[in-house]
């Protein structure tokens, strides 16, 4: 836990799991703060849990993830313009020889269909309406002021996408 910098606080959002992962977790690192969900809501308790903490900028990662080593300076240092929202890690497949996700593009066809297409060759930070909600950084009291990932979206899928693009029709980054 301590070989991620800068150093900050780690708090795994259990959504009333059964497995014994809770139990795990302050079993084998007592460092890491172990929070479970009122009930389980899926990617919809961090709204919970956002209005909970007080940091600046929250990171919300999938329990599935490999991560760098430099991962959380690399997603701080952009928060530095105040304008900005949030910004989405850069993601390989589970081997970590190939990029499998990061700037997209969108493509609006006749029928109305909005179609987002992820482009390999551009690993660089850019705009982007899609920051993964399995892999964020974001600004927390901008997350909850425009109410978080939204409950239409339930249980899952297209949340980050709309919550992102609410973001974007404030101005934010």
């Known amino acids: ?11 795994v959002l259990d959504n009333r799991s059964s497995e014994g992962g809770a139990a795990w977790i302050r079993t084998h690192y007592p460092q890491v703060e ?5 009930k389980n809501d899926f990617l919809f308790s961090y709204n919970w849990l956002l209005a909970q903490r007080q940091e600046d900028v929250v990171i919300l990662l ?3 993830l490999r991560l760098s080593k430099n991962f959380v300076s690399c997603l701080i240092r952009h928060f530095a313009d105040a304008d900005v929202f949030a910004v989405s890690c850069k993601a390989y ?4 020889n190939q ?20 482009q ?16 964020l950084a974001v600004d927390r009291r901008k997350f909850l002021d425009i ?3 939204d409950r239409l979206y339930h249980p899952a ?7 992102c693009f609410r973001a974007w029709c404030r101005g934010w980054k």
Do not use: M
């Open 34 to 38: 172990v929070v479970i969900s009122p």
């Open 120 to 135: 390999a060759d551009k690993q660089v930070p850019s705009y982007t309406l899609f920051s993964s909600g399995g892999f």
């Open 99 to 118: 990029v499998n996700s990061g700037p997209c593009f969108l493509h609006v066809r006749r029928c109305g269909w909005v179609v987002t297409g992820f």
């Open 93 to 96: 497949n589970w081997e970590g």
């Open 157 to 163: 899928y297209g949340e980050d996408k709309d919550l």
């Open 1 to 11: 836990v301590s070989q991620y910098e800068p150093a900050c606080p780690i708090v």
């Open 62 to 64: 999938n329990n599935d």
């Open 147 to 149: 109410g978080g990932f």
